[in-house]
C-alpha cells in the first residue's frame, strides 16, 4: 500500500467512525437522554405541525356504504347546512346519499351516521331540463347519476337523465350549488322542492311534509319555508325557512302545487303561512352561459336571517373561495393533532374519523326559534341541536372533545344546561328543535360531568345550575315523557334498586329494563363524583351508594361456556328471570343493541366490583379471553359495531395484563375499519366510531364521565394534541417501529414529563397543563410496566397500576 492509499484508507476510516457517533448519539437521545420538562411546549416538537395539509387525508366516502350511514357532502364542522344529493333508497338513506339509486334531491339537511327512522334531507333545490323529448313531470324528476365525485368542502356529481354536472360547497349556514347545463334550445329550470324530505312511508313515525310556503319570489330569488315532523326523535313539528338567490336572472318564475296527497294543512306561525304550496320554478335561458350559481341561506327563525346569513357569508358569490374557506376550517379543527409516523392509509383512515366526529351537533347559536338565552356579559348562549345522540357520544367523542375542542365542549354543555333551563330537561337525544328519544341513561350527565371533573369551563359554566339539572335527570321521573328525555322508570328504579322486568308488555327495545338499570347506575357514580367535587357530601354518598344498582340484577347462578354469572332481568317480587339466550337478547325488553353476555361487562366506573363477582382475576381473564374469541369482533359475544361494548378492550388492564388489551384493540383497528366506502363496522352513529378509533390509534381510551383515561399502545411515533392554542399533549413512542419496518407493540415503560409512571392510566390533570408522555415500546410484552406488585394493595390507590374503581374508594 502506497501512501496516498494509506492516507486515503485512514481517512475513510475517520469519517466512518465520526458517522457512527453521530448517528449512535442521535439514537441515544431519542431513546435514552430525557427530555427538558420545564417547558412541555417545546417547538421542536410543534415545527411541522403546520406544514403538514391534513385534510388531504381525508376521504369523506368512509362509511357511505355497510349501513355507516355517513353524511360525505360539504359542510363546515359543526355546521348548520350540510349540503348533499339524495336518493331513492328509501331503507337506507339516513344521511340521504346512498351508492346506489336514483338521485331525487339536492337538500340542505341532513345528520350522519345514523340508524332508526331518517331525518331532514328539507330545502331540496334540483337543476332539469325540460325538453320535448323528456317533459318535466313534477311527480317524478330523479335522475340516474353518470358520476360522483367527494372531498373536504366540495362534491360533483352528474344528472344523468338531463346530463346536468352538479357542484357544491358550503359556508356554516348557506350552501352554494354550481349547475352547468348542456348546450341545448330546451328550457333549464331549476325546481325549489318544499315537500321533498327522508320520508318512508311504511315507517309509522317516519319524517314527514307537512306543508310549504313561499314568501317571496321574482326573477332572482325564492324565499319561503317548509314544515316538517316526525322521524327517529319522533320530534313534533319544525319549520325550516330559506332563501334562494342566483347570480343570473331566469326568464320566468312560477310555483306548483303536486298530485301527490302530503295530508298537509294550513298552518300559520304569525309570520308565515304554510299550507298546499309545494315549491317554485324558475326557467332560465342559457344559451350564453351554460353555468348558474346559487346560494342558499337557511336559517330555523327566518326568511331575513336565511338571506343574512347567505349575503354575509358569501358575499361574492365566489365558489372556489367558498370552497377553500371550507377546507380551511376543516383544517383549522384537524390540525389540532397532529400525527408522524404510520402510513398514509393509517392517516387516512384516523383524519376521516376526527371528520366525522366534527359533523354533528350542529352549532345553531342564534337560531334558536323557541327562546334566546345570554349569560351575564350579555353575549349569547351557545345553542346546538343534532344530539344525535348521547347515547352513542358519552363514550369516546365528547371525551375526545375535552381534549382538543376543548371550548367547544364547554359551549356544548353550556348549550345542554340552558336546554334544561327551559324545557325542563336535558337532552341525550334532540333533533328538528325537540327532545329525543332515549336509548338508555340520562347521558348527558356524562358529559356535564366529565366537563367538571376536568375543570374545564369553570368560570364559563353555571354550574349551580348544572348541578340542578343532573338532580333532575336522578330525581325526577319523566313519566309519559320518558322515550324522550330523562329516564324512563324511574320511579321503579328508586324503589327496587333496577327496573322490574315484565312480560305483560310487548317487546318494544326502547324500555330495555337491564341495560337502563346499568346506564342510570353509571350516570348516578357521575353525579356522586361532581357532587364530591362541590362539597355536597351526602348527595355523594346517596349517589354513590345508588350507582351500584347494577348489582341486583346479578344472577350468580347461571352459567354458560364454563362463565358463570351473568346480567339478567328481575321480576317485581325479587325473582330472576333466567330463561333468556345471553347471547341473543338483542331488539327486545331486556337490552339496548346488545346481549346480556356484553351488558354483562358494561361496568366500566366499578371493574374491582365486577372482577369480584365473576369469581376473581383468574375467571375474570377467562371471560374476557371467551369475549374476544370470535375475530369477526361482531358477535353475541363482543359487537364492535355498537357502543355498549366499547370500553371491553380495556378490561384486561383490571388484571394487570394491559398487554392483551393491546393485542385485542389492535386486531378490530386493523380487521374491522379501512380506507373504503364500507371502512367503518356498522352505523358511525355521529362520529362515534370515528372517535373510538382515534383514541385507541393514539394509545389511549377514556373511562367516560371521570376524569381517568387509560394507556394502551400508540399507532404513531408522534402525536401532538392542541388542548388550547397555547397548551399540548405530545406522545412519543421510541422503538415503535424497526428499520425492517416491524412493529413492537408492548409497552416497556412510561414516563411522563419526565416522572417514572408505572400506571396503566392518568387523570386529565396530569397533563391538562401540558405534557410530553414517553412510551419506550418492546416487542414482547414488559414483565414489570403494567403488572401488579405483589405488595399493590400497600399502594396508594392513586399510585396503583390499575386505574380505580368506585369500590376502591371508601367513602
Aim: with cysteine; hydrophobic share 35%.
Amino acid at each position: 500500500m502506497n501512501k496516498l492509499q494509506f492516507i486515503k484508507y485512514k481517512t475513510l476510516i475517520i469519517l466512518s467512525f465520526l458517522i457512527f457517533i453521530f448517528f449512535l448519539s442521535l439514537s441515544i437521545h431519542w431513546t435514552i437522554k430525557p427530555l427538558s420538562y420545564e417547558s412541555p411546549n417545546l417547538s421542536e416538537y410543534y415545527s411541522s405541525y403546520k406544514k403538514q395539509n391534513v385534510t388531504g387525508f381525508v376521504n369523506t366516502l368512509i362509511g357511505t356504504a355497510n349501513d355507516g350511514h355517513v353524511f360525505p357532502g360539504p359542510c363546515h364542522p359543526f355546521g348548520v347546512v350540510k349540503l348533499g344529493f339524495d336518493t331513492d333508497q328509501i331503507y337506507d338513506f339516513n344521511a340521504g346519499y346512498t351508492t346506489t339509486g336514483k338521485i331525487t334531491g339536492i337538500s340542505h339537511l341532513h345528520v350522519s351516521g345514523t340508524g332508526g327512522e331518517s331525518k331532514y334531507g328539507v330545502i331540496s333545490q334540483f337543476p332539469v331540463i325540460d325538453s320535448f323529448e323528456d317533459p318535466l313531470q313534477l311527480d317524478e324528476f330523479s335522475s340516474e347519476r353518470s358520476f360522483e365525485h367527494f372531498e373536504v368542502g366540495y362534491s360533483k356529481f352528474g344528472l344523468k337523465r338531463y346530463n346536468i354536472t352538479v357542484e357544491l360547497t358550503a359556508s356554516k349556514r348557506t350552501g352554494l350549488h354550481r349547475y352547468t347545463f348542456p348546450s341545448s334550445k330546451n328550457k333549464s329550470k331549476v325546481i325549489i322542492d318544499l315537500p321533498h324530505n327522508l320520508y318512508t312511508p311504511s315507517y309509522s313515525l317516519t319524517h314527514k311534509y307537512l306543508g310549504g310556503s313561499i314568501q317571496s319570489i321574482s326573477l332572482n330569488h325564492v324565499k319561503g319555508a317548509g314544515r316538517y315532523s316526525g322521524g327517529w326523535n319522533r320530534g313534533g313539528p319544525y319549520i325550516v325557512y330559506f332563501c334562494s338567490q342566483f347570480n343570473v336572472n331566469a326568464t320566468e318564475f312560477e310555483t306548483w302545487k303536486s298530485n301527490h296527497d302530503y295530508r298537509t294543512s294550513t298552518y300559520h306561525d304569525g309570520t308565515t303561512y304554510f299550507g298546499e304550496i309545494n315549491g317554485a320554478i324558475l326557467t332560465f335561458n342559457i344559451t350564453e352561459n351554460p353555468i348558474i350559481i346559487s346560494r342558499v341561506g337557511i336559517s330555523f327563525v327566518s326568511v331575513d336571517q336565511a338571506c343574512k346569513s347567505a349575503e354575509s357569508e358569501i358575499p361574492d358569490w365566489n365558489f372556489e373561495k367558498t370552497m377553500q374557506e371550507a377546507v380551511k376550517a376543516w383544517q383549522m379543527e384537524l390540525e389540532k393533532i397532529y400525527v408522524e409516523g404510520g402510513t398514509d392509509d393509517l392517516k387516512t383512515i384516523f383524519y376521516s374519523g376526527l371528520y366525522r366526529t366534527l359533523i354533528m351537533p350542529s352549532d345553531r347559536t342564534g337560531e334558536n326559534p323557541k327562546w334566546k338565552s345570554v349569560d351575564k356579559n350579555g353575549n349569547l348562549i351557545p345553542h346546538y341541536g343534532d344530539f344525535y345522540c348521547l347515547w352513542d357520544t358519552f363514550r369516546t367523542t365528547n371525551p375526545l372533545f375535552t381534549l382538543f375542542q376543548q371550548e367547544r365542549a364547554v359551549d356544548i354543555v353550556r348549550s345542554l344546561i340552558d336546554i334544561y333551563k327551559n324545557e325542563g330537561f336535558m337532552p341525550d337525544g334532540r333533533s328538528g328543535l325537540a327532545n329525543g328519544i332515549t336509548q338508555g341513561g340520562s347521558n348527558a350527565d356524562m358529559v356535564v360531568a366529565e366537563t367538571y371533573l376536568k375543570k374545564l369551563g369553570t368560570n364559563l359554566i353555571d354550574w349551580d345550575l348544572a348541578y340542578d339539572a343532573l338532580i333532575k335527570d336522578a330525581e325526577v321521573d319523566p313519566k309519559d315523557r320518558g322515550m324522550f328525555e330523562g329516564r324512563l322508570s324511574l320511579t321503579a328504579y328508586k324503589k327496587y334498586g333496577y327496573i322490574p322486568y315484565s312480560e305483560d308488555y310487548e317487546p318494544f327495545y326502547p324500555y330495555s329494563y337491564c341495560s337502563r338499570t346499568i346506564e342510570y347506575s353509571a350516570n348516578d357514580y357521575s353525579i356522586s363524583l361532581v357532587a364530591k367535587g362541590l362539597g355536597k357530601n351526602e348527595d355523594y354518598m346517596k349517589y354513590n351508594e345508588r350507582a351500584k344498582s347494577w348489582e341486583n340484577l346479578w344472577y350468580s347462578n347461571i352459567t354458560f361456556n364454563g362463565t358463570k354469572g351473568f346480567i339478567v332481568p328481575r321480576y317485581e317480587n325479587g325473582t330472576y328471570y333466567t330463561e333468556l339466550d345471553v347471547l341473543n337478547s338483542f331488539g327486545n325488553n331486556e337490552f339496548y343493541e346488545g346481549t346480556s353476555w356484553q351488558y354483562s361487562l358494561d361496568i366500566p366506573f366499578d371493574v374491582k366490583r365486577l372482577i369480584e363477582l365473576s369469581g376473581g382475576p383468574k375467571l375474570f381473564e377467562d371471560r374476557l379471553d371467551k369475549t374476544f374469541s370470535d375475530k369477526s369482533y361482531q358477535s353475541g359475544y363482543y359487537n364492535i359495531g355498537n357502543e355498549p361494548v366499547f370500553f371491553h378492550i380495556c378490561l384486561y388492564h383490571f388484571i394487570g395484563k394491559q398487554y392483551k388489551s393491546v393485542d385485542v384493540i389492535r386486531d378490530i383497528l386493523r380487521s374491522k375499519f379501512g380506507s373504503g366506502q364500507d371502512g367503518v363496522p356498522g352505523n358511525d352513529d355521529s362520529g362515534a366510531m370515528g372517535s373510538w378509533f382515534a383514541f385507541n390509534a393514539i394509545g389511549l381510551y377514556p373511562l367516560a364521565g371521570t376524569d381517568i383515561y387509560l394507556i394502551n399502545s400508540p399507532h404513531f411515533d408522534k402525536v401532538i394534541i392542541n388542548l388550547s392554542s397555547q397548551i399540548k399533549l405530545i406522545i412519543l413512542a421510541y422503538n415503535l417501529t424497526t428499520e425492517e419496518d416491524q412493529v413492537n407493540p408492548y409497552v416497556q415503560s412510561v414516563k411522563i414529563n419526565g416522572i417514572n409512571w408505572r400506571k396503566t392510566w392518568f387523570r386529565h390533570s396530569d397533563i391538562a397543563k401540558g405534557a410530553i408522555m414517553e412510551l419506550f415500546m418492546g416487542s414482547k410484552p414488559s414483565k414489570i410496566w403494567g403488572v401488579i406488585d405483589e405488595n399493590e394493595d400497600k399502594f396508594d390507590i392513586e399510585d396503583r397500576v390499575v386505574p380505580p374503581s368506585m369500590s376502591n374508594i371508601n367513602i
